[in-house]
């Protein structure tokens, strides 16, 4: 049974399997949500898509994935940076809407255009804002890579 | 009308001031325009509390500057109006002053303390200087150069982000630091609705002895993005301010337009505007409440409301395909006619959400705890004025001010609807006057759909699928139709959102696009009360309180 999993999937070992496995079962999910994006996670918690997210935790120190919702200012971005490093290895990003990834239709003064260039992204979604079901798809697909390991 | 009354306001001033001091009418808007350069910060003091005294102008709605380089024919630079409101007799005022780039303004914050932010903003974005005011950034980073709103800007230049650099500006904040205090900074994390606000609190024991609010974390320079996009293209970003009613800031630009270029709207698209309008005033009301039920840590079970709204963007997404983002409004109309049984649908739905929130709100007023921990954050009728708080919040003090009843737009008029008002101001009052609105608002509603006009929902003129058929015939109209050149005009437009007065400044000067657009924010008023009235209160109802304001930041900062 053992030698069968560990075949089938790249890891060195089993307990390396099963780490991520664990680890993709149940993610601690951080939240900065600044605008429209932060408002379709509430959907999520509606009866209409129950229990397809879990729920967030407070402290970026406690978390492993980071879910960056809408557009990121200048003034925010040294505290994001900061939450970005004090996460627990290993750490994966998803940037929800275009806000997140190129400042969508605000390319102003205020917007960090280019977030790749501070902090490592895993996961895009597009959209403005992107739909509920999206966000779904995306997590599951993050499973998918975490228990493949990489 | 107004405007003889208005002469006697010369009784109150001193005589040396009548000079500096013009009063004009102009198509039913009182205009005072005031020489800065010449009167004494002392008369123009008098001034100020004449106009709120004597005069009953006592709410400052906002301030708006105007960089006047491009525009022909004019001396100064900049132009700064205050725009005041009368309460009792509902008269709006705009008081104006001219001023160089050397020049300084007096502060009006003594006379109307959110005049604070205003200030800070206008000395930001554009430069202009305030006597008495100290230079301290509201939304940008301290180290910025340039000022973004003014029409020779080119870039903002920010230095590289270092780990360092966001500690020591950290440590600089904690030099108050004492044996007795303690210094809090809390941010808001948990629930990632309407941008991610910062207050910073002094706390002796568990109670807050001050506070201050930081901003900044949301400001997406909306306003300069505008300047550059036609009047259709205006649309989508105002639908982005506030997404948890969106449409109401852009029913209001297609209001404005349409009265601006005298464009007819047919009857049964102002219907469906005001339908629209109403489920998304429920939206709003009840993510409110559902937030406000999550920071009170009751065992209440709040996801109901966040049901409703499912529901209810359900039918705006069978209506337009849109869900927080409406994609309703259209100049001229609205994008289509209600698809076949969505009248059906809707009616049900309203029917279910009256017969279970009635139910829900007996089960919540009854719960002794609720009371109890809600019954705490008092707004006095006199300081919700002079700190110009609207909607809700303002009603829950119980003054009897709604847009919808005393300045009406639309078909408010003809609809049958009261106005909820509360006693105390605290919390619990603004728990109460929202669920009365939302059955309010389901009674206008209910309304509408049984007396829904005939006809169709675009005007001719600007129907893009009419046009597509005979597109060679009207090939000319349709390019005027997409270019749209806005008339040489100033107007200050609101209505009633469900967070309060909701206001467009346009500036328009023969060009396709608009030359400045101000967005009122209900907020900016509403958030800036949170610094007089958390004092002494417990921490952990911090949170408490900002939910039931209802606070939006991105509309805030814009």
Known sequence: MTEKMHTQTSKTSFLGWLRNWSMASLPWPFYVGSSCCGAEFLSLYSDRFQGELPFPVLRPEESDLLLIAGNISHKYLPQLIESYNSMLEPKHVILIGNCAIDGGPYKNYNVVQNIEDYIKVDFKIFGCPPSPSAIINCLEGLKETIIDGN | MFYPQIKKIYEYLPENTHDYIVINEHLHDLIITVDI????????????????????????????????????????????????????????????????????????????????WMEKEINELFGIGFKSLKKTGLFLPPFKKGFPLCKDFKKLTFPEYTKREFIVEKVDNVTDLNDDFEYLSVKNLVLPTGGIPEIQCRIRGSRIEDLKIDLGNNHRGVEKEIESKNVHQVIPYLERLNFHSSSFSSFLWCRMVEDILKIDVPDRAIAIRMIFSELLRIIEHSITINNLMIELELPIKSVQFLNYREGLLKLIESYSGGRVMNNIARIGGVSKDFPFSWRHDCLQFLE??????????????????????????????????????????????????????????????????????????????????????????????????????????????????????????????????????????????????????????????HQTSPYRLKVRSPSFSNYQILEKVAIGEEVESLWAIYRSLDINLTELER
């Open chain 2, 37 to 116: 350069l010449n009167i004494r910060q002392y008369d123009y003091n008098i001034l100020m509390k004449v106009l709120k005294n004597q005069m009953s102008f006592n709410m400052l709605l906002d301030i708006v500057a105007i960089d006047q380089i491009e525009l022909d024919g004019v001396v100064e630079r900049f132009k700064v109006e205050y725009l005041l409101l009368n309460m009792q007799d509902h008269i709006r005022l705009s008081l104006i002053h001219y001023i160089n780039e050397s020049d300084e303004l007096y502060s009006v914050a003594s006379t109307w303390p959110n005049a604070n």
């Open chain 2, 352 to 509: 279910k959400l009256e017969s279970e929130l009635a139910r829900f709100h007996k089960e919540i007023v009854s719960s002794r705890l609720f009371k109890e921990r809600t019954f705490c954050a008092k707004i006095s009728p006199k300081d919700a004025i002079s700190w110009g708080v609207t909607g809700p919040n303002l009603r829950s003090c119980g003054i009897n001010y709604d847009i919808r009843k005393f300045t009406p737009y639309d078909f408010y008029e003809q609809v049958d609807f009261e106005v909820p008002l509360g006693i105390h101001g605290s919390v619990y009052d603004r728990y109460l006057v929202r669920v009365e609105e939302i059955f309010e608002s389901i009674k206008i509603i209910l309304q509408l759909l049984d007396n829904l006009p005939l006809g169709p929902v675009m005007n001719i003129q600007f129907d893009l699928g009419q046009m597509k058929d005979k597109k060679s015939e009207l090939d000319l109209t349709y390019q005027n139709n997409i270019e749209l050149t806005l008339t040489s005009v100033e107007k200050y437009s609101y209505c009633e959102s469900p967070a309060g007065e909701l206001g467009i400044f346009l500036k328009a000067n």
